[in-house]
T-cell receptor, first 116, second 113 residues
Framework: EAGVAQSPRYKIIEKRQSVAFWCNPI?????LYWYQQILGQGPKLLIQ????????DSQLPKDRFSAERLKGVDSTLKIQPAKLEDSAVYLC??????????????FGPGTRLTVL | GNSVTQMEGPVTLSEEAFLTINCTYT??????LFWYVQYPGEGLQLLLK?????DKGSNKGFEATYRKETTSFHLEKGSVQVSDSAVYFC????????????FGKGTKLSVIP
């Protein structure tokens, strides 16, 4: 079974530029998550999708971040314009149902973003 | 709200040494507890989990016991190998109806031959 795929793996941009990340979850998984992991910290949830609807985006900085999950499969996360403090690893995860205490999240390799 | 506190690293051990990484949590209700591992250049992988008090999760020689009385979920391994070098994250889900994962800051483990 293929895991969660993400691209690109690395991205370097200058502040005020825009950037987009792509995620392909495990086949059949209804729930998709985007996390931000700043160096030295644990991942922080940015947004959670259930199929193609948003379940939770309370920690997404909506003035510069946006995300979509077209057709309930792939997802893209965009930052526009980027700030220095956006430098982090952006992780995508997926899970079967998104509910229940035993539902397990599977993570992709992440995209390391550096904003200069 | 929910929170996870784990011991700060980095931790450096010699091969075959005993490993303990402490993790305590704050949550309402009855959360599920997890340990994830992140090997260099890779994504997070679920290492083990426990979903109720006194459960013991185990995998690859690692184990952790869900202790509700001390709100702890310490990770242990009897004999570490160089290949165990990674960053370990304690996490919880649930309590008060939330299914979100809340992570600790991570503990970097380096095992030297």
């Amino acid at each position: 079974e293929a895991g969660v795929a993400q691209s690109p793996r690395y991205k370097i941009i200058e502040k005020r530029q825009s950037v987009a990340f792509w995620c392909n979850p495990i086949s059949g998984h209804a729930t998709l998550y985007w996390y931000q992991q700043i160096l030295g910290q644990g991942p922080k949830l940015l947004i959670q999708f259930q199929n193609n609807g948003v379940v939770d985006d309370s920690q997404l900085p909506k003035d510069r971040f946006s995300a979509e999950r077209l057709k309930g499969v792939d997802s893209t996360l965009k930052i526009q314009p980027a700030k220095l403090e956006d430098s982090a690893v952006y992780l995508c995860a997926s899970s079967s149902t998104g509910t229940g205490m035993t539902d397990t999240q599977y993570f992709g390799p992440g995209t390391r973003l550096t904003v200069l | 709200g929910n929170s996870v506190t784990q011991m700060e690293g980095p931790v450096t051990l010699s091969e075959e040494a005993f490993l303990t990484i402490n993790c305590t949590y704050t949550a309402t209700g009855y959360p599920s507890l997890f340990w994830y591992v992140q090997y260099p250049g890779e994504g997070l992988q679920l290492l083990l989990k426990a979903t109720k008090a006194d459960d013991k999760g185990s995998n690859k020689g690692f184990e952790a016991t869900y202790r509700k009385e001390t709100t702890s979920f310490h990770l242990e391994k009897g004999s570490v190998q160089v290949s165990d070098s990674a960053v370990y994250f304690c996490a919880l889900k649930g309590g008060a109806g939330s299914y979100q994962l809340t992570f600790g800051k991570g503990t970097k483990l380096s095992v030297i031959p």
